[in-house]
């Protein structure tokens, strides 16, 4: 077993060199002034954790509410200057909730995805949080059916926490760069889960969510991102993620169908009746962060720069679009290096997609197609 001081000095340089990095590309990062309002009193936090909140002017009654959790060393609002999720809301009309971690539970700013106190339904930081979704649900009138959470890195672990012990309550949910719940118990398995090569059974990881509520279903749908070249977090974790989803929802290890979108991956898993409930995006080359397109265009969101990487396609956007946010179909971006023709991706014989679509910048007319 690695030291835990080992663990320790490899991820604090990890997210160093990455802030620097992003500095040395873009210059010191200026932030505006937040958008964000500080929400106190929203009910009991035994996780001692902040509640930051955005809603459009004149959002209507029975809105969708999103909960967006934030990496480490991160804040609400550095998280929501990179994401774009309030930029989004303002296009769509929802509302977005933001916890926030404080230095005095962890001094890295991460949340605690990793102890038994905090990710156990009614204990901790899960049950603070779940009770910013009762008080949003309230303040900004929200339709609890249409209630989604995400988050990036320790905020993507924290989101397989509460889609896992409060499954009843999230109709969605997307984990970017993160693990799945029930992968650690303390600090010193929380580096193992991060930096090692992990495999779990897949009944193993389901039980884990089977046995973190009294709830039997319907489940979630699950969207999972990924680096390829993520050092912080091994992409195998986010294999252990779809293992777990896919093993909830009853759905074969294998994918339904699968495209290509530039030179990223896309998988998708249906059921009977041909519902997708769950997607996982291998970004190509794409290091620690959440996927981003700052180009202009319909695709646009938020701002690159440290664990917010621009490659060309916007998680946000594309998230949104999963959970049905957007009232009309917005477009994929066009991939960087357009293919030549058509590419047809086998699966698992149920179908074949047309992947050369996607590069032409029509993935949004096509695919919707294929999938429905």
């Not at 959470?149 to 999230?170: D, I, K, R, W």
Request: include cysteine.
């Amino acid at each position: 077993m690695r030291d835990f001081r080992e663990f320790r000095s490899k991820f604090e340089g990890l997210l160093a060199a990455a802030r620097k990095k992003a500095t040395l590309a873009r210059g010191a990062p200026v932030y505006p002034p937040t958008r964000l309002r500080e929400l106190t009193g929203f009910g009991a936090n035994p996780g001692n954790l902040r509640m930051f909140a955005y809603a459009p002017k004149d959002l209507p009654p029975e809105a969708p509410l999103v909960i967006a959790l934030h990496g480490c060393t991160q804040t609400a609002a550095e998280y929501d200057h990179g994401s774009g999720w309030s930029s989004l809301a303002d296009s769509l009309g929802f509302a977005v909730v933001y916890p926030q971690q404080q230095p005095a539970n962890n001094p890295k700013n991460c949340f605690s995805w990793f102890l038994p106190g905090d990710i156990t339904r009614g204990h901790g930081e899960a049950l603070s949080i779940r009770e910013m979704v009762e008080h949003a649900i309230a303040t900004f009138a929200a339709d609890r059916r249409k209630v989604f959470v995400t988050g990036l890195s320790a905020g993507g672990a924290m989101a397989s926490v509460m889609l896992a012990t409060y499954p009843e309550v999230f109709a969605g949910g997307a984990i970017i760069a993160g693990l799945p719940y029930g992968c650690a118990g303390n600090v010193q398995q929380a580096f193992e889960a991060m930096f090692t090569e992990q495999e779990n059974a897949a009944q193993a990881l389901g039980d884990r969510v089977r046995a973190a509520s009294r709830h039997r279903g319907p489940w979630p749908k699950i969207s999972v991102w990924h680096g390829t070249r993520d050092p912080i977090v091994k992409p195998s974790n986010a294999e252990d993620i779809i293992r777990q989803w896919t093993n909830v929802h009853g759905l074969s290890d294998s994918p339904s169908y699968q495209e290509l979108i530039g030179s990223h991956t896309r998988r998708i898993w249906s059921d009977a009746k041909d519902n997708v409930l769950i997607e996982a995006f291998s970004i190509s080359g794409m290091a620690h962060g959440a996927p981003l397109a700052t180009a202009t265009g319909g695709e646009s969101c938020g701002a690159a720069g440290a664990f917010f990487l621009d490659v060309g396609i916007s998680s946000t956007h594309h998230v949104a679009r999963f959970w049905s946010l957007h009232e009309s179909l917005v477009e994929m971006p066009r991939a960087a290096t357009p293919m030549s023709a058509p590419t047809q991706i086998p699966t698992d014989g149920r179908a074949f997609v047309i992947a050369g679509a996607a590069a032409e910048g029509s993935h949004g007319r096509e695919v919707q197609r294929v999938l429905q």
